[in-house]
């Protein structure tokens, strides 16, 4: 799940739905969603909530035992949101800094 966290400064955080634990490394975790591998079933226009978890166990036992077979690298999760919500990256990131510890 996605959430903001208060560390004295807020920051956006993304938690692991099988350990709750912060991921921390995007090369180490995955996103699914809620969607049969099953094109017949699919509908344009169907939303589904993006689910988080660390690769290994976590993704193991919840998202491949349960059937969930759709999901992508995590590293991709912020390219295709910046892209699709027109991000001017430069900008945003400038704006961003004034308000972050990094
Ligand atoms: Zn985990």
Same mark, same amino acid.
């Given at each position: 799940m996605i959430q903001i966290v208060n560390d004295g400064v807020y920051r956006v955080a993304l938690f692991c739905?099988?350990? +709750? +634990? #912060?991921?921390? +490394?995007a090369e180490l975790a995955l996103y699914t969603w %809620? #969607? #049969? %591998?099953q094109e017949e079933r699919r509908k344009k226009g169907d939303r589904f909530t993006p689910h988080f978890y660390h690769k290994g166990p976590c993704a193991e036992s919840t998202v491949f035992n349960n059937q969930l077979p759709l999901w992508d690298e995590l590293s991709r999760f912020p390219v295709y949101l910046v892209a699709n919500l027109k991000v001017d990256w430069k900008r945003a990131r400038e704006s961003a800094r004034e308000m972050a510890s990094w």
């Open positions: 739905d099988a350990c +709750n +634990n #912060e991921i921390t +490394n %809620d #969607e #049969e %591998d």
